[in-house]
Protein backbone atom coordinates (compact mmCIF):
# COMPACT_ATOMS: atom_id res chain seq x y z
CA UNK A 1 0.00 0.00 0.00
CA UNK A 2 1.37 3.15 -1.04
CA UNK A 3 1.82 6.34 1.42
CA UNK A 4 -1.27 8.21 0.44
CA UNK A 5 -3.25 4.85 0.70
CA UNK A 6 -1.84 3.89 4.24
CA UNK A 7 -2.14 7.49 4.99
CA UNK A 8 -6.13 7.49 4.19
CA UNK A 9 -6.65 4.37 5.92
CA UNK A 10 -5.33 5.49 9.15
CA UNK A 11 -7.31 8.52 9.24
CA UNK A 12 -10.53 7.06 7.79
CA UNK A 13 -10.18 4.07 10.31
CA UNK A 14 -9.59 6.61 13.18
CA UNK A 15 -12.56 9.05 11.97
CA UNK A 16 -14.82 5.71 12.58
CA UNK A 17 -14.04 4.82 16.11
CA UNK A 18 -14.56 8.32 16.86
CA UNK A 19 -17.87 7.98 15.33
CA UNK A 20 -18.19 4.70 17.65
CA UNK A 21 -17.81 1.85 15.11
CA UNK A 22 -16.26 -0.74 17.14
CA UNK A 23 -14.69 -2.66 14.17
CA UNK A 24 -14.12 -0.11 11.76
CA UNK A 25 -13.27 -2.05 8.03
CA UNK A 26 -12.36 0.64 5.55
CA UNK A 27 -11.84 -0.81 1.36
CA UNK A 28 -10.35 1.97 -0.95
CA UNK A 29 -11.11 1.63 -4.57
CA UNK A 30 -10.20 3.76 -7.66
CA UNK A 31 -13.47 5.28 -9.20
CA UNK A 32 -14.42 4.09 -12.59
CA UNK A 33 -14.76 7.84 -13.55
CA UNK A 34 -11.52 9.32 -13.24
CA UNK A 35 -13.34 12.62 -12.80
CA UNK A 36 -14.62 11.19 -9.04
CA UNK A 37 -11.28 11.79 -7.91
CA UNK A 38 -8.13 9.33 -7.13
CA UNK A 39 -9.21 6.91 -4.82
CA UNK A 40 -12.90 6.74 -3.00
CA UNK A 41 -14.46 4.52 0.12
CA UNK A 42 -17.87 3.27 1.04
CA UNK A 43 -17.11 3.35 4.29
CA UNK A 44 -19.98 5.76 5.48
CA UNK A 45 -22.51 2.93 3.50
CA UNK A 46 -21.20 -0.16 5.26
CA UNK A 47 -21.07 1.43 8.77
CA UNK A 48 -24.27 3.29 8.35
CA UNK A 49 -26.00 0.65 9.74
CA UNK A 50 -23.96 0.19 12.95
CA UNK A 51 -23.90 3.98 13.92
CA UNK A 52 -27.39 3.43 13.56
CA UNK A 53 -27.23 7.50 10.95
CA UNK A 54 -28.23 7.88 7.35
CA UNK A 55 -25.22 7.06 5.00
CA UNK A 56 -24.61 10.63 4.05
CA UNK A 57 -24.71 11.60 7.67
CA UNK A 58 -21.97 9.48 8.07
CA UNK A 59 -20.08 10.39 5.12
CA UNK A 60 -20.52 14.58 6.15
CA UNK A 61 -19.81 13.47 9.73
CA UNK A 62 -16.55 11.58 8.77
CA UNK A 63 -15.66 14.25 6.46
CA UNK A 64 -15.30 16.17 8.94
CA UNK A 65 -13.26 14.15 11.68
CA UNK A 66 -10.36 13.58 9.00
CA UNK A 67 -7.17 14.93 9.93
CA UNK A 68 -5.27 14.96 6.29
CA UNK A 69 -2.25 15.37 5.61
CA UNK A 70 -2.30 18.31 2.55
CA UNK A 71 0.44 17.16 0.72
CA UNK A 72 -0.90 13.65 0.62
CA UNK A 73 -4.75 14.48 0.15
CA UNK A 74 -6.03 18.09 -1.50
CA UNK A 75 -9.44 16.76 -0.85
CA UNK A 76 -12.76 15.31 0.13
CA UNK A 77 -16.11 15.24 -1.91
CA UNK A 78 -18.96 13.44 -0.97
CA UNK A 79 -21.13 11.85 -3.82
CA UNK A 80 -24.25 10.09 -4.15
CA UNK A 81 -25.75 8.66 -1.14
CA UNK A 82 -22.75 8.77 1.46
CA UNK A 83 -19.29 7.71 -1.27
CA UNK A 84 -16.37 9.94 -0.03
CA UNK A 85 -13.83 10.72 -2.83
CA UNK A 86 -10.23 11.77 -2.76
CA UNK A 87 -8.02 13.53 -4.86
CA UNK A 88 -4.11 13.15 -4.47
CA UNK A 89 -2.15 16.50 -3.69
CA UNK A 90 0.13 17.31 -6.11
CA UNK A 91 2.86 17.33 -4.10
CA UNK A 92 2.70 13.90 -4.01
CA UNK A 93 2.40 13.03 -7.06
CA UNK A 94 5.29 14.80 -8.07
CA UNK A 95 7.31 12.53 -5.14
CA UNK A 96 6.21 9.83 -7.25
CA UNK A 97 8.72 10.94 -10.28
CA UNK A 98 11.15 11.92 -7.63
CA UNK A 99 10.66 8.22 -6.24
CA UNK A 100 11.05 6.46 -9.43
CA UNK A 101 14.53 8.11 -10.27
CA UNK A 102 15.79 7.66 -6.89
CA UNK A 103 14.83 3.70 -6.87
CA UNK A 104 14.82 3.11 -10.62
CA UNK A 105 15.43 -0.38 -9.94
CA UNK A 106 12.83 -1.16 -7.09
CA UNK A 107 10.40 1.37 -8.05
CA UNK A 108 7.03 -0.22 -7.39
CA UNK A 109 8.55 -2.87 -5.64
CA UNK A 110 8.02 -3.91 -2.05
CA UNK A 111 8.66 -6.67 0.89
CA UNK A 112 4.82 -6.77 2.17
CA UNK A 113 5.68 -10.48 1.19
CA UNK A 114 8.51 -11.14 2.92
CA UNK A 115 9.28 -14.29 4.72
CA UNK A 116 6.28 -15.51 2.47
CA UNK A 117 6.95 -19.16 0.67
CA UNK A 118 4.92 -19.48 -2.36
CA UNK A 119 5.81 -22.24 -4.97
CA UNK A 120 4.35 -22.62 -8.57
CA UNK A 121 4.67 -25.21 -10.64
CA UNK A 122 4.02 -24.94 -14.40
CA UNK A 123 4.07 -25.70 -17.55
CA UNK A 124 4.67 -29.54 -16.66
CA UNK A 125 4.35 -30.35 -20.37
CA UNK A 126 4.63 -34.77 -21.19
CA UNK A 127 8.24 -35.22 -22.02
CA UNK A 128 6.78 -37.03 -25.23
CA UNK A 129 7.01 -34.21 -27.72
CA UNK A 130 8.29 -30.39 -28.26
CA UNK A 131 6.31 -27.67 -26.22
CA UNK A 132 3.67 -26.75 -27.87
CA UNK A 133 1.67 -22.89 -27.62
CA UNK A 134 -0.46 -24.39 -24.97
CA UNK A 135 2.31 -24.68 -22.67
CA UNK A 136 4.15 -21.39 -24.21
CA UNK A 137 0.97 -19.36 -22.66
CA UNK A 138 1.53 -21.03 -19.16
CA UNK A 139 5.32 -20.47 -19.75
CA UNK A 140 4.44 -16.51 -19.89
CA UNK A 141 1.96 -16.75 -17.15
CA UNK A 142 3.79 -18.55 -14.84
CA UNK A 143 7.09 -17.20 -15.27
CA UNK A 144 5.54 -13.45 -14.86
CA UNK A 145 3.91 -14.59 -11.48
CA UNK A 146 7.13 -15.53 -10.05
CA UNK A 147 8.52 -12.43 -11.44
CA UNK A 148 5.82 -10.13 -9.41
CA UNK A 149 5.84 -12.25 -6.06
CA UNK A 150 9.33 -11.70 -6.20
CA UNK A 151 8.87 -7.99 -6.41
CA UNK A 152 6.40 -7.89 -3.04
CA UNK A 153 9.06 -9.64 -1.35
CA UNK A 154 8.20 -13.12 -1.19
CA UNK A 155 10.56 -16.34 -1.87
CA UNK A 156 8.67 -17.51 -5.18
CA UNK A 157 9.89 -20.20 -6.51
CA UNK A 158 9.18 -21.98 -10.18
CA UNK A 159 9.49 -25.46 -10.22
CA UNK A 160 8.32 -27.79 -13.54
CA UNK A 161 7.34 -31.58 -12.95
CA UNK A 162 8.28 -34.17 -15.38
CA UNK A 163 6.45 -36.72 -16.28
CA UNK A 164 9.00 -39.35 -16.60
CA UNK A 165 7.54 -42.46 -15.26
CA UNK A 166 4.12 -44.77 -16.45
CA UNK A 167 1.91 -45.53 -18.84
CA UNK A 168 2.71 -42.34 -20.93
CA UNK A 169 6.52 -43.39 -20.70
CA UNK A 170 5.98 -47.07 -22.16
CA UNK A 171 4.19 -45.92 -24.88
CA UNK A 172 6.95 -43.10 -25.92
CA UNK A 173 9.12 -45.89 -25.79
CA UNK A 174 7.03 -48.09 -28.08
CA UNK A 175 6.25 -45.48 -30.37
CA UNK A 176 9.86 -44.63 -30.62
CA UNK A 177 10.52 -48.12 -31.31
CA UNK A 178 8.15 -48.36 -34.04
CA UNK A 179 10.16 -45.63 -35.67
CA UNK A 180 13.50 -47.06 -35.33
CA UNK A 181 12.68 -50.27 -36.39
CA UNK A 182 10.75 -48.54 -39.33
CA UNK A 183 14.32 -46.57 -40.06
CA UNK A 184 15.76 -50.37 -40.04
CA UNK A 185 14.26 -51.77 -42.87
CA UNK A 186 11.55 -53.27 -40.39
CA UNK A 187 8.27 -50.87 -40.44
CA UNK A 188 6.34 -51.54 -37.09
CA UNK A 189 2.71 -49.73 -36.47
CA UNK A 190 2.84 -47.47 -33.58
CA UNK A 191 0.85 -48.71 -30.36
CA UNK A 192 -2.65 -48.06 -29.71
CA UNK A 193 -2.12 -44.67 -27.39
CA UNK A 194 1.07 -44.06 -28.87
CA UNK A 195 2.71 -41.14 -30.35
CA UNK A 196 2.32 -40.23 -34.06
CA UNK A 197 4.14 -37.05 -34.44
CA UNK A 198 7.05 -36.61 -37.54
CA UNK A 199 9.32 -35.25 -34.93
CA UNK A 200 9.39 -39.19 -33.35
CA UNK A 201 11.22 -39.64 -37.22
CA UNK A 202 13.38 -37.53 -36.95
CA UNK A 203 14.25 -38.67 -33.33
CA UNK A 204 14.41 -42.19 -34.48
CA UNK A 205 16.72 -41.50 -37.31
CA UNK A 206 19.46 -39.57 -35.01
CA UNK A 207 19.41 -42.62 -32.55
CA UNK A 208 20.12 -44.92 -35.38
CA UNK A 209 22.59 -42.62 -36.61
CA UNK A 210 24.40 -42.96 -33.25
CA UNK A 211 23.51 -45.87 -32.34
CA UNK A 212 23.19 -47.89 -35.51
CA UNK A 213 20.89 -50.96 -35.52
CA UNK A 214 21.76 -51.86 -31.49
CA UNK A 215 18.24 -51.26 -30.55
CA UNK A 216 17.13 -53.63 -33.52
CA UNK A 217 19.30 -57.02 -31.75
CA UNK A 218 17.67 -56.20 -28.43
CA UNK A 219 14.31 -57.71 -27.31
CA UNK A 220 11.14 -55.63 -27.86
CA UNK A 221 10.81 -54.88 -24.30
CA UNK A 222 13.83 -53.94 -23.66
CA UNK A 223 14.44 -51.85 -26.72
CA UNK A 224 11.26 -50.18 -26.11
CA UNK A 225 12.33 -49.38 -22.30
CA UNK A 226 15.78 -47.93 -23.54
CA UNK A 227 14.37 -45.74 -26.09
CA UNK A 228 11.79 -44.46 -24.49
CA UNK A 229 14.23 -43.30 -21.36
CA UNK A 230 16.27 -41.70 -24.55
CA UNK A 231 13.60 -39.83 -25.91
CA UNK A 232 12.90 -38.56 -22.35
CA UNK A 233 16.27 -37.41 -21.96
CA UNK A 234 16.09 -35.96 -25.49
CA UNK A 235 12.52 -33.92 -24.83
CA UNK A 236 13.57 -32.61 -21.75
CA UNK A 237 16.88 -31.03 -22.93
CA UNK A 238 14.60 -29.73 -25.31
CA UNK A 239 12.03 -28.33 -23.63
CA UNK A 240 14.69 -26.76 -21.41
CA UNK A 241 16.22 -25.44 -24.21
CA UNK A 242 13.19 -24.06 -25.65
CA UNK A 243 11.84 -22.43 -22.41
CA UNK A 244 15.38 -20.44 -21.10
CA UNK A 245 15.65 -19.07 -25.31
CA UNK A 246 11.40 -17.62 -23.84
CA UNK A 247 13.54 -16.13 -20.62
CA UNK A 248 11.53 -18.48 -18.49
CA UNK A 249 14.11 -20.36 -16.04
CA UNK A 250 13.14 -22.79 -13.12
CA UNK A 251 14.32 -23.45 -9.60
CA UNK A 252 14.24 -26.97 -10.23
CA UNK A 253 13.06 -29.74 -12.35
CA UNK A 254 11.13 -32.49 -10.32
CA UNK A 255 11.26 -35.92 -12.13
CA UNK A 256 8.59 -38.04 -11.59
CA UNK A 257 11.18 -41.00 -11.04
CA UNK A 258 12.96 -39.28 -8.42
CA UNK A 259 9.17 -39.85 -6.44
CA UNK A 260 9.33 -43.68 -7.48
CA UNK A 261 12.67 -44.21 -6.67
CA UNK A 262 11.64 -43.63 -2.93
CA UNK A 263 8.48 -45.34 -3.11
CA UNK A 264 6.66 -42.57 -2.70
CA UNK A 265 3.44 -43.37 -4.26
CA UNK A 266 3.53 -46.40 -1.95
CA UNK A 267 3.49 -44.46 1.24
CA UNK A 268 1.24 -41.73 0.21
CA UNK A 269 -1.39 -44.99 -0.22
CA UNK A 270 -0.06 -46.39 3.00
CA UNK A 271 -0.88 -43.39 5.15
CA UNK A 272 -4.10 -42.70 3.39
CA UNK A 273 -5.03 -46.55 4.39
CA UNK A 274 -3.74 -45.68 8.03
CA UNK A 275 -6.40 -42.94 7.75
CA UNK A 276 -9.30 -45.42 6.60
CA UNK A 277 -9.24 -43.00 3.01
CA UNK A 278 -9.50 -46.33 0.73
CA UNK A 279 -11.49 -48.44 -0.16
CA UNK A 280 -11.33 -52.12 -2.53
CA UNK A 281 -13.70 -52.45 -5.59
CA UNK A 282 -13.01 -55.58 -7.78
CA UNK A 283 -9.77 -55.54 -7.00
CA UNK A 284 -8.86 -52.08 -7.28
CA UNK A 285 -7.86 -49.63 -4.84
CA UNK A 286 -9.96 -45.79 -4.87
CA UNK A 287 -9.34 -43.15 -2.64
CA UNK A 288 -12.90 -42.34 -0.54
CA UNK A 289 -12.51 -38.50 -2.13
CA UNK A 290 -16.03 -38.41 -2.06
CA UNK A 291 -15.88 -38.34 1.70
CA UNK A 292 -13.51 -35.41 1.77
CA UNK A 293 -14.81 -33.00 -0.35
CA UNK A 294 -15.24 -34.11 -3.75
CA UNK A 295 -17.65 -35.13 -5.82
CA UNK A 296 -16.65 -38.45 -6.38
CA UNK A 297 -13.79 -41.56 -5.47
CA UNK A 298 -10.87 -42.42 -7.83
CA UNK A 299 -8.96 -45.09 -8.78
CA UNK A 300 -5.36 -45.39 -7.19
CA UNK A 301 -4.29 -48.53 -7.82
CA UNK A 302 -5.58 -50.53 -10.82
CA UNK A 303 -7.18 -54.18 -9.82
CA UNK A 304 -3.74 -55.38 -11.37
CA UNK A 305 -1.42 -53.34 -8.80
CA UNK A 306 -0.64 -50.65 -11.13
CA UNK A 307 -0.36 -46.72 -9.41
CA UNK A 308 -3.02 -44.73 -11.76
CA UNK A 309 -1.83 -41.13 -12.48
CA UNK A 310 -3.33 -39.59 -9.15
CA UNK A 311 -1.39 -41.65 -6.68
CA UNK A 312 2.23 -40.11 -7.46
CA UNK A 313 0.63 -36.65 -8.29
CA UNK A 314 -0.76 -37.08 -4.34
CA UNK A 315 2.67 -38.08 -3.15
CA UNK A 316 4.27 -35.03 -5.36
CA UNK A 317 1.54 -32.73 -3.37
CA UNK A 318 2.84 -34.48 -0.01
CA UNK A 319 6.10 -33.40 -1.13
CA UNK A 320 5.73 -29.83 -2.34
CA UNK A 321 3.85 -29.29 1.43
CA UNK A 322 6.65 -31.00 3.07
CA UNK A 323 8.77 -28.09 1.66
CA UNK A 324 7.57 -25.93 4.02
CA UNK A 325 5.42 -23.50 1.48
CA UNK A 326 2.42 -21.43 2.52
CA UNK A 327 0.67 -21.08 -0.65
CA UNK A 328 1.05 -24.12 -3.57
CA UNK A 329 -0.20 -22.69 -6.96
CA UNK A 330 -0.73 -25.52 -10.00
CA UNK A 331 -1.13 -23.68 -13.17
CA UNK A 332 -2.85 -26.26 -15.79
CA UNK A 333 -4.67 -26.33 -18.76
CA UNK A 334 -8.23 -26.36 -19.20
CA UNK A 335 -8.53 -30.04 -19.51
CA UNK A 336 -7.69 -30.38 -15.40
CA UNK A 337 -11.00 -28.90 -14.24
CA UNK A 338 -11.29 -31.73 -12.27
CA UNK A 339 -7.50 -31.76 -10.50
CA UNK A 340 -8.38 -28.54 -7.56
CA UNK A 341 -11.72 -30.95 -5.81
CA UNK A 342 -9.30 -34.10 -5.80
CA UNK A 343 -6.49 -33.13 -4.59
CA UNK A 344 -8.11 -31.07 -2.06
CA UNK A 345 -9.95 -34.01 -0.97
CA UNK A 346 -7.11 -36.24 -1.21
CA UNK A 347 -4.58 -33.69 1.13
CA UNK A 348 -7.86 -33.36 3.29
CA UNK A 349 -8.06 -36.85 3.70
CA UNK A 350 -3.94 -36.89 4.76
CA UNK A 351 -4.10 -33.99 7.22
CA UNK A 352 -2.65 -31.49 5.20
CA UNK A 353 -4.38 -27.98 4.90
CA UNK A 354 -6.10 -28.03 1.26
CA UNK A 355 -6.69 -24.24 1.20
CA UNK A 356 -2.84 -24.10 0.63
CA UNK A 357 -3.32 -25.28 -2.80
CA UNK A 358 -4.45 -23.49 -5.24
CA UNK A 359 -5.20 -24.57 -9.16
CA UNK A 360 -5.43 -21.73 -12.32
CA UNK A 361 -6.88 -23.22 -15.65
CA UNK A 362 -5.36 -21.78 -18.19
CA UNK A 363 -7.56 -21.27 -20.83
CA UNK A 364 -6.53 -22.62 -24.60
CA UNK A 365 -4.67 -20.21 -27.06
CA UNK A 366 -6.19 -20.02 -30.98
CA UNK A 367 -3.80 -18.67 -33.26
CA UNK A 368 -4.75 -16.31 -36.18
CA UNK A 369 -3.02 -15.12 -38.81
CA UNK A 370 -4.96 -11.96 -40.07
CA UNK A 371 -7.69 -13.49 -38.38
CA UNK A 372 -7.76 -17.10 -39.87
CA UNK A 373 -7.34 -19.74 -37.79
CA UNK A 374 -3.45 -21.11 -38.43
CA UNK A 375 -3.52 -25.10 -39.65
CA UNK A 376 -1.53 -27.38 -37.33
CA UNK A 377 2.14 -28.05 -37.60
CA UNK A 378 3.00 -31.09 -40.05
CA UNK A 379 5.91 -32.11 -37.63
CA UNK A 380 4.28 -32.16 -34.62
CA UNK A 381 1.06 -33.06 -36.06
CA UNK A 382 -1.54 -31.94 -33.98
CA UNK A 383 -0.31 -28.87 -32.20
CA UNK A 384 1.64 -25.80 -33.73
CA UNK A 385 5.71 -25.89 -31.34
CA UNK A 386 6.56 -22.99 -29.57
CA UNK A 387 9.83 -23.29 -30.70
CA UNK A 388 7.87 -22.62 -34.23
CA UNK A 389 5.97 -19.28 -32.88
CA UNK A 390 8.90 -18.00 -31.00
CA UNK A 391 11.31 -17.74 -34.14
CA UNK A 392 8.81 -16.43 -35.63
CA UNK A 393 6.72 -13.54 -33.79
CA UNK A 394 9.96 -13.50 -30.99
CA UNK A 395 10.08 -13.48 -27.53
CA UNK A 396 8.75 -10.19 -26.64
CA UNK A 397 5.42 -10.25 -28.71
CA UNK A 398 4.60 -13.78 -28.03
CA UNK A 399 5.60 -13.51 -24.12
CA UNK A 400 3.21 -10.20 -23.90
CA UNK A 401 0.33 -11.14 -26.34
CA UNK A 402 -0.08 -14.44 -23.99
CA UNK A 403 -0.50 -12.16 -21.19
CA UNK A 404 -2.89 -10.18 -23.15
CA UNK A 405 -6.48 -11.64 -21.77
CA UNK A 406 -7.10 -12.78 -18.06
CA UNK A 407 -5.99 -16.33 -17.80
CA UNK A 408 -9.56 -17.40 -17.52
CA UNK A 409 -10.17 -16.34 -20.96
CA UNK A 410 -9.22 -18.50 -24.05
CA UNK A 411 -6.85 -16.45 -26.43
CA UNK A 412 -6.68 -15.70 -29.94
CA UNK A 413 -3.04 -14.97 -30.98
CA UNK A 414 -2.40 -13.25 -34.73
CA UNK A 415 0.72 -13.59 -35.24
CA UNK A 416 0.99 -11.46 -38.34
CA UNK A 417 -0.31 -8.66 -35.66
CA UNK A 418 2.07 -9.42 -33.02
CA UNK A 419 5.09 -9.23 -35.84
CA UNK A 420 3.78 -5.71 -36.97
CA UNK A 421 6.18 -2.97 -36.23
CA UNK A 422 3.40 -0.28 -35.91
CA UNK A 423 1.32 1.16 -32.81
CA UNK A 424 -1.93 -1.31 -33.18
CA UNK A 425 0.65 -4.12 -32.18
CA UNK A 426 0.28 -3.85 -28.43
CA UNK A 427 3.63 -4.75 -27.40
CA UNK A 428 5.20 -2.45 -30.00
CA UNK A 429 2.72 0.74 -28.93
CA UNK A 430 4.21 -0.05 -24.94
CA UNK A 431 7.78 -0.37 -26.22
CA UNK A 432 7.40 2.72 -28.64
CA UNK A 433 6.56 4.75 -25.36
CA UNK A 434 9.89 3.53 -24.26
CA UNK A 435 12.05 4.21 -26.99
CA UNK A 436 10.34 7.97 -27.72
CA UNK A 437 11.17 8.97 -24.38
CA UNK A 438 15.42 7.73 -25.15
CA UNK A 439 15.01 9.75 -28.35
CA UNK A 440 13.99 12.89 -26.32
CA UNK A 441 17.44 12.82 -24.26
CA UNK A 442 19.55 11.87 -27.52
CA UNK A 443 18.40 15.20 -28.90
CA UNK A 444 18.58 16.92 -26.02
CA UNK A 445 22.13 15.86 -25.89
CA UNK A 446 22.46 15.30 -21.99
CA UNK A 447 22.51 12.80 -20.10
CA UNK A 448 19.35 11.45 -17.74
CA UNK A 449 18.70 14.00 -14.98
CA UNK A 450 18.61 13.60 -11.07
CA UNK A 451 15.74 13.48 -8.49
CA UNK A 452 16.53 16.77 -6.94
CA UNK A 453 14.92 18.56 -9.64
CA UNK A 454 12.49 21.24 -8.81
CA UNK A 455 8.83 19.41 -10.22
CA UNK A 456 6.40 22.40 -9.22
CA UNK A 457 6.35 23.51 -12.52
CA UNK A 458 4.43 20.02 -13.79
CA UNK A 459 0.91 21.80 -13.53
CA UNK A 460 -1.17 20.34 -17.08
CA UNK A 461 -3.07 17.93 -16.44
CA UNK A 462 -1.30 15.72 -19.00
CA UNK A 463 1.20 15.99 -16.89
CA UNK A 464 -0.40 14.98 -13.62
CA UNK A 465 -2.38 12.24 -14.95
CA UNK A 466 0.55 10.36 -15.88
CA UNK A 467 2.18 11.02 -12.24
CA UNK A 468 -1.44 9.26 -11.54
CA UNK A 469 -0.20 5.82 -13.68
CA UNK A 470 3.33 5.81 -12.71
CA UNK A 471 1.92 5.69 -9.00
CA UNK A 472 -0.50 2.95 -9.96
CA UNK A 473 2.36 0.90 -10.53
CA UNK A 474 2.51 -1.03 -6.86
CA UNK A 475 -1.03 -1.19 -6.52
CA UNK A 476 -1.19 -3.18 -10.04
CA UNK A 477 1.55 -5.57 -8.61
CA UNK A 478 -0.84 -6.24 -5.24
CA UNK A 479 -3.46 -6.66 -8.23
CA UNK A 480 -1.79 -8.87 -10.10
CA UNK A 481 -0.11 -11.42 -7.45
CA UNK A 482 -3.78 -11.32 -5.09
CA UNK A 483 -5.42 -12.24 -8.48
CA UNK A 484 -2.66 -14.74 -9.72
CA UNK A 485 -3.21 -13.22 -12.73
CA UNK A 486 -0.35 -11.14 -14.53
CA UNK A 487 -3.04 -9.81 -17.48
CA UNK A 488 -3.14 -6.51 -15.69
CA UNK A 489 0.21 -5.51 -16.06
CA UNK A 490 -0.41 -5.42 -19.83
CA UNK A 491 -3.31 -3.26 -19.07
CA UNK A 492 -1.02 -0.50 -16.61
CA UNK A 493 1.75 -0.68 -19.49
CA UNK A 494 -0.95 0.04 -22.27
CA UNK A 495 -2.44 3.07 -19.90
CA UNK A 496 1.10 4.30 -19.18
CA UNK A 497 1.77 4.36 -22.86
CA UNK A 498 -1.24 6.46 -23.79
CA UNK A 499 -0.98 8.65 -21.52
CA UNK A 500 2.92 9.29 -22.20
CA UNK A 501 2.06 9.83 -25.80
CA UNK A 502 -1.24 12.12 -24.52
CA UNK A 503 1.76 14.25 -22.82
CA UNK A 504 4.09 14.34 -25.09
CA UNK A 505 1.48 15.65 -28.09
CA UNK A 506 0.64 18.55 -25.77
CA UNK A 507 3.57 19.36 -23.43
CA UNK A 508 6.54 20.86 -25.07
CA UNK A 509 9.59 19.36 -23.64
CA UNK A 510 13.30 20.14 -25.70
CA UNK A 511 11.30 23.64 -26.57
CA UNK A 512 9.81 24.36 -22.66
CA UNK A 513 11.72 27.07 -20.52
CA UNK A 514 14.65 26.13 -18.68
CA UNK A 515 13.10 25.33 -15.46
CA UNK A 516 9.89 23.21 -17.24
CA UNK A 517 12.00 21.51 -19.50
CA UNK A 518 14.16 20.35 -16.75
CA UNK A 519 11.00 18.91 -14.65
CA UNK A 520 9.48 17.52 -17.64
CA UNK A 521 12.77 15.64 -18.60
CA UNK A 522 12.72 14.26 -15.27
CA UNK A 523 8.83 13.10 -15.89
CA UNK A 524 10.03 11.09 -19.02
CA UNK A 525 12.52 9.58 -17.20
CA UNK A 526 10.36 8.71 -14.45
CA UNK A 527 8.08 7.15 -16.93
CA UNK A 528 10.89 5.29 -19.21
CA UNK A 529 12.11 3.63 -15.75
CA UNK A 530 8.14 2.54 -14.92
CA UNK A 531 7.93 1.57 -18.43
CA UNK A 532 10.88 -0.52 -18.18
CA UNK A 533 9.61 -1.95 -14.55
CA UNK A 534 6.61 -3.09 -15.75
CA UNK A 535 8.06 -4.74 -19.38
CA UNK A 536 10.81 -6.43 -17.13
CA UNK A 537 7.70 -8.18 -14.83
CA UNK A 538 6.06 -9.20 -18.55
CA UNK A 539 9.64 -10.65 -19.21
CA UNK A 540 9.72 -8.06 -22.26
CA UNK A 541 12.72 -6.33 -22.79
CA UNK A 542 12.53 -2.06 -23.34
CA UNK A 543 14.16 -0.91 -26.56
CA UNK A 544 16.22 2.33 -26.72
CA UNK A 545 15.60 2.21 -30.50
CA UNK A 546 12.74 0.74 -33.14
Known amino acids: MNRAHQHLASVLTEAMRNLGSAQPHVILEKPRDPSHGDVATNAALTHAKELGRAPRAVAEALVGRLALDHDLIESAEIAGPGFINFRFAVPYLHSIAARALRDADHFGESDELAGHRVLIEFVSANPSGPLNVVSARAAAVGDSLVRMFRARGATCEAEFYVNDAGNQVRLLGESVRARYETECGSPAAIPEGGYHGE ?150 ALGRDPEKLEVILLQHVTLLRDGEPVKMSKRAGQLIEMRELIDETGVDAARYFFLLRRTSTPLDFDIELAKRHTQENPVYYVQYAHARIESIFRKAGIGYPAGDVDLRPLTAPEELDLLRRLRELRDVLVETTGGRDPHGMTVWLRDVATQFHKFYENCRVLTAPAELQAARLVLCRATQMALQKGLAFCGVCAPREM
Open 199 to 348: YLIELARSIRQRYGDHFHNQPAEDAARELGRLAVQHFVDDQRKTLSDFGVPFDRWFFEDELRTQNAEWQALEELRRREATFEREGAVYAATSRFGDVQDWVIVTSDGRPTYFLPDVAYHLNKYDRGYDRVINILGPDHHTFSSRMKAALR
